[in-house]
């Protein structure tokens, strides 16, 4: 099936600024609304791609909200994905039809989630929760915190509200102050007003003393009686390693052991994924996440042109391009502390040479950019390859970053 659609994704946020689930829509090449036809294939796709024959979800915990179209409530697709973990985003004016509202209650019946877009909660009256597992809040204007209010005394017991357009963390806090959700678009990516500077931490210090070790190519005893020093660091990485199912076959069971199994360069990947886990910055969970599917998302955009071990430099790349907000450092202080490859500074600093449009890419993936298509034609990447790539991305990071 050829598709010339993207995948864009935007993380909804609990109150607590824990990811609970992705919005997932088509961009195609030209703006406006994703035909009917397109939507069924969203799900289609999207169910092919996570919900695995043998291991059940690939996504775990985390629920995707897709957008559909009235016609779109009966696709045999549907059958296909777990219903605890798929809301559909629904007009609330579609739902005067007859025929619409019956197809609504049925999903309902049946588990599948249901968010009403552009309701009118006034009116919308008690028996809510038979049509609706969420409520999309729309803001207008500047006072986020009063809208809130509203909406939050207007709430139901079974039914989630979630915030949107949440531009600002000020805005955040109203909705999280209040028990809605929000869809932040690319709000995780801002600095928190008041989250200063805080650079390394004493574990941050060892692991950045293991990855020069590693980029020296230090002799395996000497970078091990390094990681014994700190018993959690040990633990995490080994549980890092083990955790990815690198295809050993068999569990790796000490560093050593890692060491002779992986080489070097994969080692220092996973020590970039402890550098930014052991961030004591107080930042929220989700940028972590986000920094773990883009790297392995440009990771795997890379891989069939570029071959295995630069791939594994494109990780690390993506990686490092949110660690100035990890680590609550400026970018240019994280370049001072850590000898990275020539390629990755300029992937890092411009998104140019040999890495740096795979990030681009993979970075567009996520702020739902129009340059999407554009960056992917340069690459001679095809859509079906980027957006296979875009989910087994998400499913490879809930692995890791939880």
């Given at each position: 099936m050829h598709h010339t659609n993207f995948l864009v994704r935007e993380p909804l946020l609990d109150p607590q600024q824990r990811v609970l689930g992705y919005e997932l829509s088509w961009q195609d090449g030209a703006p406006g609304a994703a035909a009917p036809a397109a939507l069924e294939e969203l799900v289609g796709f999207v169910a092919g791609q996570v919900n695995h024959p043998d291991d059940g979800w690939l996504l775990r915990d985390k629920t995707l909200f897709l957008q559909a179209v009235p016609a779109m409530l009966s696709t045999d697709a549907l059958h296909n994905m777990?219903?605890?973990?798929?809301v559909l985003s629904i007009q609330t004016a579609t739902l005067a039809d007859p025929a619409t509202l019956a197809a609504v209650r049925a999903l309902r019946a049946g588990g599948v989630g249901i968010l009403l877009r552009e309701a009118d909660l006034a009116k919308l009256g008690k028996g809510l929760a038979g049509v609706a597992s969420h409520?999309?809040?729309?803001?207008?204007?500047?006072?986020?915190?009063?809208?809130?209010?509203?909406?939050?005394?207007?709430?139901?017991?079974?039914v989630r509200m979630v915030g949107r357009p949440v531009g600002n963390w000020a805005d955040f806090d109203a909705c999280a102050a209040l028990g809605l959700d929000a869809f932040v678009g690319k709000l995780h990516l801002t600095p928190r007003p008041g989250s200063a500077a805080k650079g390394m931490n004493p574990a941050q210090t060892v692991i950045l003393q293991l990855m020069q070790m590693v980029r020296q190519n230090a002799d395996a005893a000497q970078i091990e009686a390094?990681?014994?020093?700190?018993?959690?660091?040990?633990?995490?990485?080994?549980?890092?390693?083990?955790?990815?199912?690198?295809?050993?076959?068999?569990?790796?069971?000490?560093?050593?052991?890692a060491l002779a199994l992986l080489g070097y360069s994969p080692l220092y990947r996973w020590l970039t994924l402890l550098l930014a886990t052991a961030s004591s910055n107080g930042y929220s969970p989700v940028l972590l996440e986000t920094a773990v599917v883009r790297g392995r998302l440009a990771e795997l955009l890379g891989l069939a042109a570029l071959g295995k071990g630069e791939a594994e430099n494109i990780f690390v790349a993506g990686m490092f391009s949110l660690l100035d907000r990890l680590l609550g450092m400026p970018m240019e202080r994280v370049l001072e502390a850590i000898q990275l490859s020539d390629d990755v500074v300029v992937a890092l600093l411009t998104?140019?040479?040999?890495y740096g449009p795979y990030l681009a890419l993979a970075e567009a993936c996520e702020l739902n950019s129009t340059l999407v298509a554009a960056l992917a034609h340069s690459l001679g990447l095809s859509p079906q390859e980027v957006n296979q790539a875009h989910l087994s991305a998400l499913a490879w990071a809930q692995n890791v970053a939880s």
């Open positions: 777990p219903p605890e973990h798929t409520v999309e809040v729309r803001f207008t204007g500047a006072d986020v915190a009063a809208q809130a209010r509203n909406y939050a005394a207007l709430r139901q017991a079974a390094v990681l014994k020093r700190d018993a959690t660091l040990s633990y995490k990485l080994l549980r890092f390693i083990n955790s990815a199912g690198f295809g050993a076959g068999r569990e790796v069971q000490s560093l050593r052991q998104r140019g040479g040999k």
